[in-house]
């Protein structure tokens, strides 16, 4: 509950900014005479600002939850991500204070990079840690289905935003979906409050070498678990690709697809709605057979259905947009979001965990928050092979790094991960 919660938090703010940046901050946080696809460049380039922010957050928070507390880390991490969202959606635009808008904007995206920057691996890592035998996976999946969760929810807040008119859109509509993340804060906050501590945490903190600095130990003695771990994180690009590129893509003039808005929407809820069924059964799934078949076939999978996602998209074939969004996102992205937290957990012993995952996973999606810029620089029109192409590469790359990792369902709780001295 307490991780599904957070993920939801966390998915719901990235959302509502994703959306945003390709709806609304074009016009109101940049000068007016940037131009139309500039504008959409320099919007989309603060997403990807808070991912520059994210190692950072994962270095503090993976020291803190590795040497002291995963309760502590997923409490504080939870309350920054509320309050910076919250606070986006009270800041003045470029026509009330100019240039200090987007400045405002960039800072309060960095908190919530720093925030995001160890929310899911800390979740992720409490749920590893505390599931039952041969069940790692189908617990550890709940946290990554609060981020699906998180979606839908962001999607439907913004459905009646898009109804308005476009002049109160712009001034007031925008803000309510940023100023109601409060509310699953609050219900995040209530239940994370009461954690325990696992078990196999309590026993590595009690024997643990005070002196050594979990950062240190986690190079000097998993530094190739780091590296895979970042690898396995280009799978990132889909969503960021998919879900905000893809959304200014289909939607914006310049691009000259023009796509409503809200269908846009329709399309994000039915397709992550889909993966709340699908998700869990994956993790279930890799919990029997393995880790690496299940995210091998979602990632190459990934790679294929996105060029029919953007083809698509690009022939304005709404019939064709929906299923490709489900068979993407419920089916593919699914299959690979099911297992990798677990995957990625695994890697790590119990005390370098939360250090490990978060540093690893952050470095890895530093590609996927820049992805939607680079896209928007590569595309003039409905031009669609590039972003597809950028998809597939990443998520081939990933699957190749899966593929020569070693197969860690049978792998007893208190035995996971190599050496720390």
Sequence with gaps: MSSFFGGALEYYDFYIYTSAAALVFPSIFF????????SILASLATLGVGYVARPIGALVFGHVGDRWSRRR??????????IATTLVGVLPTYSQIGVLAPVLLICMRLVQGFSAGAETTGASTISLEAAPPGKRATYTAWTQNGNYAGFVLASLAFLPVTALPRESMLSWGWRVPFLASILVALVAFLIRRKLAEPEVFQEQARSANPGQ???????KSHPWQVMRTALVLLQGVVLTLVFSFGLAYATQPQFGIEIPYSTMLWVAIVSNASALVTH??????????GRRPVMITGLLGSAAMGFAYFAAVTDRNLPAVFVCGVLL??????ATTGVFQTFIGEQFNARVRMTGTSVGFQVGMIVGGFAPTMAAGLVEGPNWVP???LLAIAVTIAAITVYFSPETHRVPLRQLGRRVD
């Design 213 to 219: 600095a979990p950062l240190l130990l986690v190079f």
């Design 280 to 289: 869990p059964l994956f993790g279930w799934l890799s919990d029997r057979i």
């Design 31 to 38: 000068h007016p005479d940037m131009g139309g696809t500039k």
């Design 387 to 389: 972003v597809a192409t």
């Design 329 to 334: 996102t419920g089916g593919m992205l699914a």
């Design 73 to 82: 880390v997923l409490v504080i991490t939870l309350m920054l991500m509320g």
